[in-house]
């Protein structure tokens, strides 16, 4: 199962790339909760052997999401 992973998580990461996410938040045009969800997968792919650089709508929203300022102080709180 743990060699499977990377190759489900690009799979369902090319679905969200690919017709989900329409931007320039989960959901359009409205920030959800969905949002910091996203955020928190995204950033498990590179602990699955997958490269985010893969999906450029992801690492765009990635990058957004940062840029709260909310966000990035939980962000800093937990990854410094």
Known sequence: MKSKVPETMAACFELIE???LQ???????????????????????AHDNVKRSRFPKVGAHAAMMVERPRTRAAWEEHFA
């Open 23 to 45: 931007g320039p938040w989960v959901m359009g045009e409205q920030f959800t909760i969905c949002d910091p969800y996203l955020l928190t997968l995204s950033n498990w792919l």
């Open 18 to 20: 690919n017709e989900y």
